[in-house]
């Protein structure tokens, strides 16, 4: 049986699928008007329903279990599945509940003769060409199919004739497609070209003899395309990196929080014997057992669920260390900390404590968060503890904790209008750009585009697009800001812009008619380059917005606001991340404590920072691995890595949510407050008192929202066990707030969202960046980090290799067509002196007259070479991208068995 | 061949000669007269007098045409009219001669059903395989542009618009499905839509569409011109007018005949067609295109009207009559029909995507000869009694092609049980040694050609 952290919340166990507490049945009508509310009868029970609402939406919330596989809440209707006929009375033949929509007095059997005939006969077809091959396929033990078969089908089948079998393609290197399995509800179809923002799937032939591939047997190419695995509900799409590794009722389930970006989402690790086998979204309760819901509509990132077995890499270290004559040697945990104390205490009384700096990863807990600012401020006595490794400058650096301090925007109040500035955001917080996407596509919000380059999928399902020269940005929002107070012209901001008045007048009236909205800002292109001047000018954009709009800058780093909230960073007193490699060579810094050594990564080439850590006279490194860095360590820790880590995190939204270790730690390997809290012991008198990390939390807690009496456990609550997560919404209308439904307690009211109650424009003080030249001939190249890009966690995961982006340049539609190049191209670049072979993406991301790339891809276009926009050149190639599956496929198609 | 009563024939009065009509001739003739007379007329006006004729779509589900033309929500444009010219259906055969030998009439009636519905575009979705259809109404529509017929301005009146493209399908029958013709025209895959919303509602490009047969805009001029009443004069219960009858089989002269609804199947086969090939023995008849039930012998004394055929216990359909003799075996024939519609599903929904299929491997299983106890019974559960909404798959599909995949299989083995049940018993097809014994005794298997039967 399948272990899980936590049992059934209620007695709803013994329910079939999903169960809606009697107060969300109100909830879903809530404020919906008179007129608007019909009565009709379901089962026999009088019920009420919106209408427009479709018989399997008023189901679902009486807690009434219609069996379906084409239809799911976040997707389109299929309605070629067919299972869920039920019966209405008065129509002669059996109707579809997934598409059909309610009328006042209809009279509805979900489980009359008539209804339970038909979905028997259509599960009898769906196994009519189905392999008995459970036994050997990966989704056996949570496959929609086999549950269907056993509530709903017969025990046998009067199928005699030889069954139908297809080719095996190998179209994606992280999706196996075994068509045989495959029933056709097209789930995957859709979810590719509505989810994913990419027509890469389709059914191909006809008739008996169709079935699903990609086009050009090419892969599953977007960034969500490992959610179609848990969208099939049969064996047809599974995990390559985990199959045939275990069966899921053998694997342990932890309901946890995903540690690869600022999205912060919701995922559960699947483990057993202390290794991860794979992650997804939240496993749901279903009869007495926890499992996949194929319903889900939490999809995450193909970097959160292929890339988060980073800890089990080959260089893992499971001993802390200590230096002794020039070695590292193993040593017992309680020696290393008293070595490293010891040295520490060292350099405090030669150099003093400001000569010791602090370094923490973005990844770091709240909690490892506050016990190094502790640590730092407490016991050793230096201002210099920071997490903001990623960003170019200080001065950026500087901007971003400065938004981040300002920020109170989120997407939960479902904004009229959202405005994006800037950022390949669906690369960079994928689920984020996903919200975003999905509250244009689904819930027909207004999508402004602002800045020098847009995130191409969010602009799908955008109604207004405004480029800018790459570094004009700050002048632009400063500007709109100004035109919505009145005091600038329409005309000043069309000339900025370089439209047309009417185009700039449509996006004024836009903002002005709003009623609620929200910036989403990125502040992640060229790594915060022109971060100090655009975080004043988005605050100055908000502050003209009113009190309605909300800001949210967005920025990668995992717990960014968290850390951000509890205040780990240097202030004007101490030295920022991005200047102690120089305060290193100056001599300023003397001691150097490390926790996780992925922040030091960011700070500049590998001999460069080595160079650096080799002039300190103390170096203590906590990490998970064996690395360049740790060979420089007087003493090292073996850290849990952050997914083995216990303690709470913070999403670029502000909402809290847990982090929850699913294994047990190799060797001798603490989690990372733990290591902090004994040096803290050895180096102070009070303040490291945490015997576990709820005691963190609690200091946590009193530190950001002293008015709550949340605990951790608390965090997790319904996450994992509430079925009421399933409350199907229309797009017009119903309060869809996913954040109260997914994440445990309702932290607003416990007062757990770090969100500034009232707004004040953030001030940044510091010199502003220079503007981009205008590129002579050619293109001014523009890049920002990728979620899957190399980086010292990412490059550990044992399919990193695939997860890794292909080094496409995206090109504006009217430049390709002026250079004559078409989207998977090859083409020449010429940057820097160096040449280098890049495929072409046609894309509505980059301004004309620009191209981008995301860093960290491609070894040319590093990002520590290239500052800002660089002039580049393109030479096409007359030769196209070949398709990953086409070497390894020889012949395709149907073929029928007799 | 006996004496048969001569009809007036008017949409192919000349069908026998086989030629296209092109634009001199027809104006000529007093074409494109209605068309004018039209634009003159209020929309409603047309449609009131369509639906006072009682004109029944001619596409298989006769749907009365002035109701469903009715049926568009007030205020809403752009409208389309799309002309199903899909013809797939086995068996039938009569709007090709009519897209062919008179590719005008198609367009006049096409300009008289936009100006009732106020479309200012229409749609020809042409099947695929009639290249030489498309390329006549490709010519013919070039010349109502150029005479001005069609285009902006049509016939010299100011802001009066109507475009017309020719489209062709690419080889699909499911295409032929109003809602599929759709998607197609579209540029997607031909799926059926769920309905509702109806075309007439939300139709091509999710604007308010109106889907017409070939046969049923060729009448609209006709009706127009002569007026209602004069339409009426060929009537029985509830269908009107003149129809389209193809007949195909072994009968002695298979073809398109014009006819009122008032014939009887009998005098059909038997009278126009000249009776069955080498005066053999009636077996069954397939009366309304592939999908509707079937008739034996004894049920053919009918009016070949919608309720005529229907109170047989079969359909009038595309009024496509399929004539088989006693050298054909059911088993055999429905193997064939079954084949057609599992090659043919869209494979879109469950029902008719694995019951076509599953259908098919058990009829052919038994054509072969390795029918087992038991598959009668799967073959009925699965496609009942070939009535509406009994069995497995009738009524549970998206679209009407589950149905037209299962009817005829019940109402095969209705009608031919004992022949079935032989099949299996002998664990082999008893037809075939039967017709060598026959095609020997009448000397004809060298020259012969045995279309429709199986060779041994």
Same mark, same amino acid.
């Given at each position: 049986m399948a272990q899980v952290t936590k049992g059934p919340a209620?007695?709803?166990? $013994?329910?079939?699928g999903y169960g809606t507490p009697a107060g969300k049945v109100d909830q879903a009508l809530e404020g919906v008007p008179e007129d608007q509310i019909l009565t009709l009868t379901l089962n026999g029970e009088e019920v009420k329903a919106r209408r427009g609402e479709t018989i399997m939406e008023v189901c679902h919330r009486q807690d009434t279990y219609v069996p379906h596989y084409c239809?799911? /809440?976040g997707l389109s209707i299929a309605?070629?599945?067919?299972?869920c006929l039920v019966e209405v009375e008065k129509v002669p033949k059996p109707v579809i509940a997934c598409q059909t929509q309610v009328s006042p007095g209809m009279v509805i059997k979900t489980a009359s003769e008539q209804a339970k005939a038909s979905q028997e006969w259509m599960m009898e077809f769906l196994l009519v060409?189905? /392999?008995?091959?459970c036994p050997i396929c990966?989704?056996?033990?949570?496959c929609q199919l086999q549950r269907y078969s056993m509530?709903?089908?017969?025990?046998?089948?009067?199928m005699v004739d030889k069954k139908r079998k297809y080719i095996k393609p190998q179209a994606d290197p992280l999706i196996d497609i075994?068509?045989?399995? %495959?029933?056709? %509800?097209t789930r995957c179809v859709r979810f590719c070209d509505e989810?994913?923002?990419?027509?890469?799937m389709g059914v191909f032939a006809r008739g008996n003899d169709n079935y699903i591939g990609t086009f050009g047997q090419?892969?599953?190419?977007?960034?969500?395309?490992?959610?179609v695995i848990d969208l099939c509900?049969?064996?047809?799409?599974?995990s390559k990196p985990f199959r045939?590794? $275990?069966?899921?009722?053998e694997l342990k389930q932890t309901q946890t929080t995903c540690t690869? %970006?600022?999205?912060?989402c919701k995922i559960t690790s699947w483990t057993r014997n202390e290794r991860l086998y794979r992650t997804t979204p939240p496993s749901r309760q279903r009869h007495d057992h926890f499992t996949i819901n194929?319903?889900?509509?939490?999809f995450i990132c193909n970097q959160g669920r292929f890339g988060?077995?980073?800890?089990? @890499?080959?260089?893992?270290?499971h001993e802390s260390m200590v230096r002794r004559a020039d070695r590292l040697v193993p040593a017992p945990f309680d020696d290393a900390v008293a070595q490293a104390s010891q040295s520490l205490r060292g350099v405090i009384e030669k @150099?003093?404590?400001?000569?010791v700096a602090v370094l923490i990863s973005p990844r770091a807990t709240s909690e490892e968060g506050l016990l190094a600012r502790k640590l730092a401020?407490? $016991?050793?006595?230096?201002?210099?503890?920071?997490?903001?490794?990623?960003?170019?400058?200080a001065e950026a650096a500087d901007a971003v904790s400065a938004a981040l301090k300002a920020a109170d925007g989120d997407l939960e109040s479902e904004p009229d209008v959202i405005i994006v500035v800037n950022g390949d955001i669906v690369h960079q917080s994928p689920v984020l750009a996903l919200r975003v996407q999905e509250l244009g596509r689904r819930f027909l919000k207004k999508i402004v585009m602002l800045g020098h380059h847009h995130d191409a999928y969010i602009a799908d399902h955008s109604t207004l697009r405004f480029h800018n020269a790459p570094g004009q940005t700050a002048k632009v929002l400063e500007l709109l800001g100004n035109v919505v107070s009145g005091s600038a012209s329409v005309a000043d901001l069309a000339s900025v812009l370089s439209r047309a008045e009417e185009d700039v007048q449509e996006l004024v009236d836009t903002i002005r008619t709003a009623q609620s909205g929200v910036v989403v800002q990125s502040?992640?292109?060229?790594?915060?380059?022109?971060a100090s001047a655009e975080v004043p000018a988005g605050g100055a954009l908000r502050a003209a917005l009113g009190e309605t709009w909300g800001w949210l800058p967005v920025v990668g780093e995992r717990n960014a606001v968290g850390l951000n909230a509890l205040d780990c960073e240097p202030g004007e007193h101490g030295i920022a991340a991005r200047n102690l490699l120089t305060a290193i060579s100056d001599g300023r810094i003397k001691g150097l404590v490390v926790l996780g050594a992925d922040a030091l990564q960011?700070?500049?080439?590998e001999e460069l920072v080595t160079g650096a850590l080799a002039n300190l006279e103390t170096f203590i490194l906590a990490d998970p691995f064996e690395s360049e860095f740790s060979r420089h360590a007087t003493v090292f820790f073996a850290q849990a890595a952050p997914q083995e880590t216990d303690g709470s995190a913070f999403d670029i939204e502000g909402n809290v949510a847990l982090v929850k270790s699913g294994v047990d730690l190799p060797g001798d390997a603490r989690q990372g407050w733990l290591i902090l809290n004994a040096l803290g012991r050895l180096l102070a008198?009070?303040?490291?008192? #945490?015997?576990?990390v709820e005691d963190a939390w609690n200091q946590v807690r009193t530190e950001l929202a002293p008015e709550s009496a949340a605990t951790l456990a608390d965090l997790e609550l319904e996450g994992s066990?509430?079925? #009421?997560?399933f409350v199907v919404r229309k797009?017009?209308?119903?309060?869809?707030n996913r954040a109260s439904e997914y994440? /445990?307690?309702?932290y607003r009211t416990d007062g757990l969202?770090?969100?500034?109650?009232s707004f004040e424009a953030p001030s940044v003080a510091s010199a502003k960046a220079k503007d981009a030249a205008a590129a002579n001939e050619g293109f001014l190249m523009t890049w920002g980090p990728h979620?899957?890009?190399?980086?010292y966690l990412q490059d550990? $995961?044992?399919i990193a290799e695939m997860l890794l982006p292909k080094p496409f340049l995206e090109v504006h539609p009217r430049d390709a067509a002026e250079l004559g190049v078409k989207s998977n191209q090859f083409a020449v670049l010429h940057v820097n002196g160096r040449r280098a072979k890049v495929g072409i993406k046609i894309s509505?991301?980059? #301004?004309?007259?620009t191209v981008y790339m995301s860093s960290g891809?491609?070894? /040319?276009?590093d990002a520590a070479e290239n500052a800002g926009p660089v002039e580049v050149k393109i030479e096409p190639l007359d030769e196209l991208v070949p398709d990953q599956g086409e070497a390894l496929m020889t012949a395709e198609g149907a073929t029928e068995s007799h | 061949m006996p004496e048969v009563a001569e009809w007036e024939r008017?949409?192919?009065?000349?069908?026998?000669? &086989?030629?296209t009509e092109w634009l001199a001739d027809y104006v000529r003739k007093g074409g494109y007269d209605v068309a004018r007379k039209a634009l003159d007329m209020e929309p409603e006006a047309i449609i009131s007098e369509v639906k006072e004729s009682g004109l029944r779509g001619? !596409?298989?589900?006769?749907?009365?045409t002035g109701m469903k033309w009715g049926f568009l929500p007030k205020g809403a444009f752009p409208r389309y009219l799309a002309v199903n010219?899909?013809?797939?259906? *086995?068996?039938?055969?009569?709007d090709r001669p009519l897209m062919e030998q008179r590719p005008h009439t198609l367009i006049e009636g096409i300009i008289c059903s936009c100006l009732a519905i106020e479309s200012e575009m229409a749609f020809i979705y042409i099947r695929g395989e009639y290249y030489n259809g498309a390329k006549i109404l490709d010519r013919a529509v070039e010349e109502a542009y150029r005479e001005g017929f069609?285009?902006? &301005?049509?016939?010299?009146?100011?802001g009066r618009k109507l475009d017309l493209v020719v489209h062709r399908g690419?080889?699909?029958?499911?295409?032929?499905?109003e809602t599929a013709l759709l998607t197609s025209l579209e540029g997607y895959r031909g799926y059926p839509k769920l309905k509702p919303p109806f075309p007439a509602i939300s139709?091509?490009?999710?604007k308010p569409t109106i889907i017409n047969n070939v046969e049923t805009i060729v009448n609209v001029p006709f009706i127009l011109k002569n007026g209602a009443d004069w339409f009426k004069k060929w009537v029985h219960e509830r269908t009107t007018g003149l129809r389209l009858y193809s007949v195909s089989g072994h009968v002695k002269k298979p073809g398109v005949y014009e006819l009122p609804?008032?014939?009887t199947l009998k005098e059909l086969i038997h009278d126009y067609c000249g009776g069955m090939r080498n005066d053999h023995d009636l077996k069954?008849?397939? *009366?309304? !295109?592939?999908s509707v039930p079937w008739l034996k012998p004894d049920q053919?004394?009918?009016?070949?009207?919608h309720e005529g055929v229907a109170a047989a216990g079969s359909m009038l359909g595309s009024s496509a009559v399929m004539v088989c003799d006693h050298t054909v075996c059911p088993v055999w024939a429905l193997a064939n029909l079954s084949h057609f519609y599992k090659h043919e599903s869209?494979?879109?929904?469950?029902p008719c995507r694995e019951g076509s299929g599953w259908l098919y491997k058990i009829v052919r299983r038994i054509e072969a000869?390795?029918?087992?106890?038991?598959d009668l019974e799967t073959l009925y559960s699965l496609a009942?009694?070939?009535?509406?909404?009994?069995?497995?798959?009738s009524g549970k599909s998206i679209c009407a092609l589950g149905d037209a995949a299962a009817w005829p299989v019940g109402s095969a083995i209705k009608q031919f049980r004992e022949e079935f049940e032989e099949h299996i018993q002998l !664990?082999?097809?008893?037809?075939k040694e039967r017709n060598i014994s026959y095609w020997m005794a009448e000397g004809r298997?060298? &020259?012969?050609?045995?279309?429709?039967t199986p060779v041994p």
């Open positions: 209620s007695g709803i166990g $013994a329910t079939i239809w799911h /809440p309605g070629n599945c067919r299972l060409n189905h /392999p008995l091959d990966d989704r056996g033990g949570e509530e709903y089908g017969t025990s046998h089948s009067r075994e068509r045989n399995r %495959c029933i056709m %509800c989810v994913g923002g990419e027509h890469v090419g892969p599953v190419s977007n960034i969500f395309s490992g959610n509900p049969v064996g047809c799409l599974t045939f590794k $275990a069966r899921v009722w690869q %970006c600022s999205s912060g194929e319903d889900t509509e939490e988060s077995d980073f800890p089990w @890499h080959d260089s893992r270290q @150099h003093g404590g400001e000569a401020r407490d $016991a050793i006595g230096t201002w210099s503890v920071d997490w903001r490794v990623n960003q170019q400058s502040l992640q292109d060229f790594n915060g380059r022109y960011p700070l500049g080439n008198e009070s303040g490291f008192d #945490a015997g576990s066990t509430n079925p #009421a997560h797009p017009q209308g119903g309060a869809r994440n /445990p307690g309702n969202h770090v969100r500034s109650r979620v899957s890009g190399r980086g550990r $995961a044992s509505k991301g980059p #301004a004309q007259g891809v491609y070894g /040319p276009f | 008017v949409l192919l009065p000349d069908i026998e000669k &086989n030629e001619r !596409g298989g589900a006769g749907f009365p010219a899909d013809e797939s259906e *086995p068996g039938t055969c009569k069609l285009g902006s &301005n049509i016939f010299g009146r100011e690419a080889g699909a029958y499911i295409c032929g499905e139709g091509l490009y999710g609804p008032t014939v069954f008849v397939i *009366p309304g !295109g592939s053919i004394d009918v009016p070949m009207s869209c494979g879109q929904c469950t000869g390795d029918g087992q106890p038991g009942g009694e070939g009535t509406p909404g009994s069995g497995m798959i !664990g082999k097809c008893p037809y298997f060298v &020259n012969e050609s045995f279309a429709g």
